[in-house]
């Protein structure tokens, strides 16, 4: 005997209502779990080492990929609501983009490089390394880790 479920133009009408009318709800319960987000994802490190390690994972990953494919869903929900929610991320990230962006604005500040040589001069690189090698260093610094 089959199972009888809905119409799938209702179940999922119903779905967007209903969603729809429940962002005051989300919003409340998703601020009230942020430290058991936090402890939890923290908790679960050797679980992600485990699935990003096991064997297949790349080949998932890019099977995963190549079926989603650029020019279904992915390129369909950038134009129908990407673009709104750019800009709304953005100006609501600022402060956010400033106070992780600081410790390797101080990094560059503090920085002195070495001269500038000629162009095309190979000694130029050095001051590349120079602020590579300081700006890694903060973001391991910045990890917890050498």
Known sequence: MAISVKDIS????KWADRAAGASSE???NAVAAADKWRS???AAGGNWQA???QGGVKERYTRGVQQ???????????????????????SGAQQDWATGFQPYHATLSGLSLPPRRPRGDAGNYERVRA???ALH??????????
């Open 10 to 13: 209702a179940a999922s009408q």
């Open 26 to 28: 989300f919003q409340a």
């Open 40 to 42: 939890n994802t923290a």
């Open 51 to 53: 699935g990003v390690t």
């Open 68 to 90: 989603a494919g650029a020019s279904g869903k992915f390129a369909r929900r950038l134009s129908e609501v990407g673009s709104g929610r750019y800009s709304q991320g953005v």
């Open 131 to 133: 602020v590579g090698t």
């Open 137 to 146: 260093a903060r973001r391991l610094a910045q990890l917890g880790t050498s």
